[in-house]
Protein backbone atom coordinates (compact mmCIF):
# COMPACT_ATOMS: atom_id res chain seq x y z
CA UNK A 1 0.00 0.00 0.00
CA UNK A 2 0.98 3.78 -1.12
CA UNK A 3 2.07 5.73 1.76
CA UNK A 4 1.27 9.60 1.10
CA UNK A 5 1.73 12.31 3.56
CA UNK A 6 -0.40 15.45 3.50
CA UNK A 7 1.15 18.76 4.25
CA UNK A 8 -1.87 21.32 4.67
CA UNK A 9 -2.14 24.28 7.55
CA UNK A 10 -6.11 24.61 6.67
CA UNK A 11 -7.59 21.68 8.20
CA UNK A 12 -11.13 21.58 6.07
CA UNK A 13 -8.47 20.80 3.13
CA UNK A 14 -5.86 18.62 5.14
CA UNK A 15 -9.00 16.21 6.19
CA UNK A 16 -11.03 16.23 3.20
CA UNK A 17 -8.04 15.24 0.91
CA UNK A 18 -7.34 12.56 4.47
CA UNK A 19 -10.56 10.92 3.76
CA UNK A 20 -10.70 10.63 -0.48
CA UNK A 21 -7.22 9.70 -0.23
CA UNK A 22 -7.97 7.04 2.11
CA UNK A 23 -11.01 6.01 0.22
CA UNK A 24 -8.46 6.02 -2.93
CA UNK A 25 -7.25 2.63 -1.06
CA UNK A 26 -4.02 5.08 0.42
CA UNK A 27 -2.41 4.79 3.79
CA UNK A 28 -2.61 8.64 4.82
CA UNK A 29 -0.65 11.07 7.59
CA UNK A 30 -0.70 14.51 7.59
CA UNK A 31 1.02 17.33 9.26
CA UNK A 32 -0.79 20.71 10.08
CA UNK A 33 2.42 23.04 9.16
CA UNK A 34 5.79 22.68 7.49
CA UNK A 35 7.99 22.10 10.34
CA UNK A 36 5.84 19.27 11.54
CA UNK A 37 5.86 18.23 7.95
CA UNK A 38 9.95 18.77 7.65
CA UNK A 39 10.50 16.06 10.38
CA UNK A 40 7.87 13.49 9.56
CA UNK A 41 9.62 13.09 6.09
CA UNK A 42 12.63 12.97 7.75
CA UNK A 43 11.41 10.24 10.48
CA UNK A 44 9.40 8.28 7.95
CA UNK A 45 9.25 6.52 4.52
CA UNK A 46 6.85 7.97 2.31
CA UNK A 47 5.88 6.85 -1.06
CA UNK A 48 4.43 10.72 -1.74
CA UNK A 49 4.41 13.95 -0.24
CA UNK A 50 1.52 16.10 -1.21
CA UNK A 51 3.03 19.69 0.63
CA UNK A 52 0.80 23.19 0.00
CA UNK A 53 3.09 25.97 -0.21
CA UNK A 54 1.78 28.69 1.85
CA UNK A 55 2.12 27.53 5.19
CA UNK A 56 3.06 28.86 8.43
CA UNK A 57 6.48 28.38 10.09
CA UNK A 58 8.29 26.62 6.92
CA UNK A 59 6.43 27.46 3.72
CA UNK A 60 6.51 24.42 1.15
CA UNK A 61 8.91 25.34 -1.19
CA UNK A 62 11.65 25.24 1.96
CA UNK A 63 10.36 22.24 2.93
CA UNK A 64 11.33 20.54 -0.52
CA UNK A 65 14.64 22.57 -0.83
CA UNK A 66 15.85 21.05 2.33
CA UNK A 67 14.79 17.78 1.67
CA UNK A 68 16.29 17.46 -1.49
CA UNK A 69 19.69 18.89 0.27
CA UNK A 70 19.03 15.89 2.52
CA UNK A 71 19.31 13.57 -0.62
CA UNK A 72 15.85 12.98 -0.02
CA UNK A 73 14.44 11.95 -3.17
CA UNK A 74 10.76 11.07 -2.07
CA UNK A 75 8.17 12.75 -4.60
CA UNK A 76 6.63 15.98 -3.82
CA UNK A 77 3.40 17.38 -5.78
CA UNK A 78 3.32 20.85 -4.81
CA UNK A 79 -0.58 22.67 -3.84
CA UNK A 80 -0.57 25.96 -4.43
CA UNK A 81 -3.15 28.77 -5.01
CA UNK A 82 -1.14 30.56 -7.25
CA UNK A 83 -0.94 30.31 -10.62
CA UNK A 84 1.83 32.51 -12.10
CA UNK A 85 4.50 30.49 -13.93
CA UNK A 86 7.45 31.82 -11.97
CA UNK A 87 6.29 30.12 -8.97
CA UNK A 88 5.64 26.70 -11.05
CA UNK A 89 8.65 27.20 -12.48
CA UNK A 90 10.72 28.00 -8.50
CA UNK A 91 8.71 24.63 -7.62
CA UNK A 92 10.20 22.26 -10.25
CA UNK A 93 13.45 23.60 -9.90
CA UNK A 94 13.38 23.15 -6.17
CA UNK A 95 12.89 19.41 -6.58
CA UNK A 96 9.36 18.84 -7.30
CA UNK A 97 8.28 16.19 -9.36
CA UNK A 98 4.54 18.09 -10.59
CA UNK A 99 2.31 20.79 -9.01
CA UNK A 100 -1.51 21.67 -8.70
CA UNK A 101 -3.22 24.56 -8.65
CA UNK A 102 -6.32 25.59 -6.35
CA UNK A 103 -8.62 24.78 -6.84
CA UNK A 104 -8.39 21.56 -8.69
CA UNK A 105 -10.82 18.56 -9.11
CA UNK A 106 -10.13 15.21 -7.04
CA UNK A 107 -9.89 13.63 -10.45
CA UNK A 108 -7.18 16.33 -11.38
CA UNK A 109 -5.38 15.47 -8.05
CA UNK A 110 -5.78 11.46 -8.30
CA UNK A 111 -4.40 11.21 -12.08
CA UNK A 112 -1.33 13.32 -11.35
CA UNK A 113 -0.91 11.40 -7.90
CA UNK A 114 -0.94 8.18 -9.73
CA UNK A 115 1.63 9.42 -12.72
CA UNK A 116 3.88 10.23 -9.88
CA UNK A 117 3.93 6.97 -8.00
CA UNK A 118 3.91 5.36 -11.88
CA UNK A 119 7.38 6.71 -12.52
CA UNK A 120 8.36 6.55 -9.24
CA UNK A 121 8.06 2.70 -9.19
CA UNK A 122 9.27 3.08 -13.23
CA UNK A 123 12.73 4.30 -11.84
CA UNK A 124 15.75 2.30 -11.67
CA UNK A 125 16.06 0.03 -8.65
CA UNK A 126 19.81 -1.81 -9.06
CA UNK A 127 21.66 -0.51 -6.42
CA UNK A 128 25.29 -0.92 -7.91
CA UNK A 129 27.47 2.50 -8.04
CA UNK A 130 27.89 3.10 -12.07
CA UNK A 131 28.71 6.41 -12.69
CA UNK A 132 28.95 8.62 -16.32
CA UNK A 133 31.30 11.42 -17.09
CA UNK A 134 28.92 13.96 -18.65
CA UNK A 135 31.27 17.14 -19.67
CA UNK A 136 32.94 18.10 -16.09
CA UNK A 137 29.94 16.15 -14.20
CA UNK A 138 29.86 12.65 -12.84
CA UNK A 139 26.75 11.42 -12.38
CA UNK A 140 25.24 8.28 -10.89
CA UNK A 141 21.59 7.79 -11.80
CA UNK A 142 20.65 5.11 -9.71
CA UNK A 143 21.68 7.43 -6.32
CA UNK A 144 20.99 10.75 -7.78
CA UNK A 145 24.75 11.89 -6.63
CA UNK A 146 26.71 14.41 -8.55
CA UNK A 147 30.36 15.38 -8.35
CA UNK A 148 32.86 17.87 -10.22
CA UNK A 149 36.15 16.89 -9.32
CA UNK A 150 35.19 14.90 -6.69
CA UNK A 151 32.99 17.87 -4.97
CA UNK A 152 29.69 17.16 -4.09
CA UNK A 153 26.73 18.97 -6.66
CA UNK A 154 23.80 19.68 -5.52
CA UNK A 155 20.91 18.78 -7.92
CA UNK A 156 17.09 18.60 -8.18
CA UNK A 157 15.13 15.68 -9.12
CA UNK A 158 14.09 17.15 -12.34
CA UNK A 159 17.61 17.90 -13.19
CA UNK A 160 18.91 14.78 -13.13
CA UNK A 161 15.32 12.92 -14.95
CA UNK A 162 16.27 15.57 -18.08
CA UNK A 163 19.85 15.00 -18.08
CA UNK A 164 19.58 11.24 -18.06
CA UNK A 165 16.35 11.41 -20.47
CA UNK A 166 19.12 13.45 -22.49
CA UNK A 167 22.07 10.63 -21.94
CA UNK A 168 20.29 7.98 -22.78
CA UNK A 169 19.32 9.49 -26.23
CA UNK A 170 22.53 11.15 -26.27
CA UNK A 171 23.49 12.23 -30.10
CA UNK A 172 20.22 12.37 -30.77
CA UNK A 173 17.62 15.65 -31.05
CA UNK A 174 15.54 16.02 -28.44
CA UNK A 175 12.86 18.46 -28.79
CA UNK A 176 11.49 20.67 -25.47
CA UNK A 177 7.66 18.95 -26.45
CA UNK A 178 9.71 15.32 -25.93
CA UNK A 179 11.19 16.73 -22.57
CA UNK A 180 7.79 17.86 -21.28
CA UNK A 181 5.83 14.89 -22.02
CA UNK A 182 8.50 12.51 -21.29
CA UNK A 183 9.74 13.90 -18.31
CA UNK A 184 6.29 15.47 -16.62
CA UNK A 185 4.62 13.13 -18.40
CA UNK A 186 0.71 14.81 -18.57
CA UNK A 187 -0.95 16.87 -20.89
CA UNK A 188 -1.16 20.19 -19.01
CA UNK A 189 2.42 20.41 -18.90
CA UNK A 190 4.47 23.93 -17.97
CA UNK A 191 5.89 25.74 -20.90
CA UNK A 192 8.63 24.98 -23.00
CA UNK A 193 10.09 27.87 -21.45
CA UNK A 194 10.34 25.73 -18.37
CA UNK A 195 12.61 23.17 -20.12
CA UNK A 196 14.83 25.98 -21.09
CA UNK A 197 15.55 26.96 -17.51
CA UNK A 198 16.20 23.48 -16.46
CA UNK A 199 19.06 23.44 -19.37
CA UNK A 200 20.72 26.36 -18.32
CA UNK A 201 21.11 24.93 -14.94
CA UNK A 202 21.99 22.27 -16.28
CA UNK A 203 24.31 23.57 -18.43
CA UNK A 204 26.34 25.49 -15.25
CA UNK A 205 27.07 22.26 -13.68
CA UNK A 206 27.94 20.18 -17.30
CA UNK A 207 29.96 22.38 -19.08
CA UNK A 208 33.37 24.42 -18.64
CA UNK A 209 32.12 27.76 -20.40
CA UNK A 210 27.79 27.33 -20.09
CA UNK A 211 27.88 30.57 -22.21
CA UNK A 212 29.36 28.29 -24.91
CA UNK A 213 28.34 24.73 -24.57
CA UNK A 214 29.89 22.30 -25.93
CA UNK A 215 28.02 19.17 -24.37
CA UNK A 216 24.39 20.06 -24.48
CA UNK A 217 23.74 22.32 -27.60
CA UNK A 218 20.63 24.00 -29.00
CA UNK A 219 19.52 22.65 -32.26
CA UNK A 220 17.69 25.91 -32.92
CA UNK A 221 13.85 25.95 -33.99
CA UNK A 222 13.42 22.38 -32.13
CA UNK A 223 15.62 21.50 -28.83
CA UNK A 224 18.51 20.25 -27.50
CA UNK A 225 21.00 17.44 -27.97
CA UNK A 226 23.79 16.28 -25.69
CA UNK A 227 26.45 15.59 -27.37
CA UNK A 228 28.64 12.23 -25.72
CA UNK A 229 32.25 13.69 -24.58
Given at each position: ???????????Y???????????E????????????????????????????????????????????????????????????????????????????????????????????????????????S????????????????????????????????????????????V???????????????????????????????????????????????????????
Open positions: MYKILIVEDEPMRMGLKDNLEFGYEVDYAEDGEVGLQKIRNNNYNLVLLDVMMPKLSGFDVCKTIRKDGNTTPVILVTAKGEEIDKVLGLELGADDYVTKPFSLRELLARIKAVLRRSDEAPTNKKVSVQIGRLEVNFTTYNASVENESVQMSHKEIEILRYLWENRNKTSRDELLQKIWGYEESPTTRTVDNFILKLRQKVEIDYNHPQIIITVHGIGYKLVES
